[in-house]
């Protein structure tokens, strides 16, 4: 039992931390009440989040994935349609594990018929 | 009452429900959360989110569960609803409190040793606040759902109350007060990366969350027993007026309730006239609120019939005075212009008395700028938290400061006198640690290492040397690292002086 749990937890870590892609994220469609998009491992340096409204408005942000605790918002933009906003942060390359760091992004509307394009890069 | 308080809450710590939550809690304490408690003792609540959530999870059983139950051995006692509501919810409370000196007892052992004693106490306090902000939200849900339903079906609503509420605000921490109050349950910064160096800030926002969510609480007690009990007496009605009154007027508080928010301010587009500073004196009280004193002497290079600093707005002039005499001034979108007579090659002394409260945070919610009992983060350029000339030249500042905390700045200290010739003045405080590696001073916060900030400023230097970008801090010298917060704007890397500043993101 105790080697199944800790093999789960290793397991939660790894896939938290995998690399769907390198650098950069989107553009993706994102709709509805809550997306969220691919984990991608961005490196390190300063990224922005862009979010460009289609339809309705909402929140993007720009989420750091913790293995086993909530993952953290490092970045929000309200996005409208039709304009684009963006917002900066600071991506790290590692861990604190010295595994991959991953980033997501996370919609979330009010409006179930919204819509946006959203990204984050270099 | 106690006697029958505390039979319920044996009844309590009986249920299996409360086995299944000490569980679920000392597995994750043990597993993951004691490694937190070195680095931070504000992320331990921050990272307590399913321990909460399964303690909620229990009180809403038992406390609706007991409530619709008869028990033979206190029908003699039950025949009055209103004592019964009564001992069970102090019963739950009585659990609440041992569940959090349990928890405080494992802060205290497991606590880095370093960290200093008002950090410990005021992370166990926020500790208890959300503990028993939630504990008596989750036992009213319970009770007054137990009461309108009267079955087992009480605790089925109870619970998707509850976790309708959760999902709600799960991840989504709003920019509006009134809906952060949905979340006072769980700490703030839950869902957003947090600002170790301030650890929680006791604000007035803070503490209007918490309260009024126990409003509500008493409130919903409140109603429930006169629902239920059968003896009503006219004083009874203090307790839910008094709750009604508190909870409207904080909501109403909370609607017209804005957070100070960073936005970066276009300083090209604003002229100054051509001046020089030859001494900058301040008398700094950074205590609760940032109220400061400066006597500015200035040499004109040309005529000019204005005189302008950039001052953040959020801050409240008291007087301007010019050699002594109370002159008129403007003060709009962080630029305090000074409106009098001034000839070249004059100088003049000027007095500038302003106040406010510091409390600046980042889009995310997380703290960016702030000045309370315990921690300080001002830093000078990034921030005008006190009138500042945009100019390339040193001037030579003396600073007379009150504040609790250790203060850090780029300018030497001694016993709250900060003395010296700079272009900006920061000042840092909070919950740092320090370490003298080689003949460099580094003030850094728990969560880092000395190793990993010198091999971040290596790598970004190499970054530099790459890319012959911003010379500047490659070849500088220094011999003290301050770990700051600044905005994404500003470089990761700072040197001013002979203090290097390294951002925390």
Redo the contacts between chains.
Sequence with gaps: MKKFIASA?VATTVFASLAASAGTIGPVNVAGLFTETNYAHLG?G?HTLSGTGIAGSGTA?AM?VIP??????????AVSSPSTST????A?DKNDNDVNQSYYI?W?SLNASSKASVSIYK | MLKSSLFYTKVSLKNVYFIVAMIVTLLDVFTRLIDTLDVSIFSYTKYFLIPFIFFHIYLLITSSSMMHQEFQVLSFLEKEKGKKMIAIVFANIFVTIGFGLLSVLIMLIFKNPLFSSSTVLMGIGHFLIILMTGSVFAISIGVSMATLIRNELSIVVSLAIYGLIIAITYGNLSDNLILNFLQAFLSDDTFIVFNEIAGVLFTKEYFADKLVVLCLSVLILSMTYFFISSIKRKKYFIIPTLSLVAFSSLIIYGLNHQYDFYQMMDVEKTTFEEYKIGEYKMQLDLRRKLENKTQIQIAFNENSDTLSFLLDSIFTIEHVLVNGQTVEYTFLDNLLVIHDYFTKDSTVNVEIHYRGKVDIKKDIGSNLFYVSPYAINLVGGDFYWYPSPIMEDVAKFDLNVTSDAKLYSNLPISDGHLQGDTRYVSIFAGIYNEQTDGNIRYIYPFTMSVERIKSTISAIIDEYNATDENIEVKNKYYNQVIVGTWPIEGDLLKVEDSTLYFRLD
Aim: charged share 40%; proline share 5%; glycine share 0%.
């Design positions: 937890f390190s300063k942000r750091k086993l605790k909530p993952d953290e918002a490092v970045a929000k933009t917002d900066s942060f600071n790290i996370r979330t």
